[in-house]
């Protein structure tokens, strides 16, 4: 059995790292739409502002991070498909983040 090619894995690494930062931005604001829905009061929870200003970072720049992994996983491997979905989700997640932050009122 061959060991697999280090180039190899470096593709699939930026593909792995673009899904990861996709999983987290769905966790975020899956985080917040909890949040909103439930009769928890953040304000009273100590600490709260600063893991929800952090959160709101994480948010913000997950999808720029997903779609610079993911164009650098499509260019260096244009021929897997997986590739080219993932470009097309974290493009996906890019305008959708956009759209959510201008058309928000307390911005």
Do not use: E
């Amino acid at each position: 059995m061959t060991a697999p090619r280090s180039d190899n894995l470096a593709k699939d690494s930026l593909r792995t790292a673009a899904i990861y930062c996709l999983a987290t931005w769905v966790g975020v604001w899956l985080l917040f739409v909890l949040i909103r829905l439930s009769t928890l009061d953040i304000r009273v929870v100590p600490g709260a502002g600063p893991f929800m200003l952090s959160a709101l970072a994480v948010s913000f720049l997950a999808p720029v991070v997903a779609t610079a992994l993911a164009v650098a996983s499509a260019i260096r491997r244009p021929g897997v498909l997986l590739s080219w979905l993932l470009l097309g989700c974290a493009l996906a997640a890019l305008f959708v983040q956009a759209w959510v932050f201008l058309s928000s009122r307390w911005i």
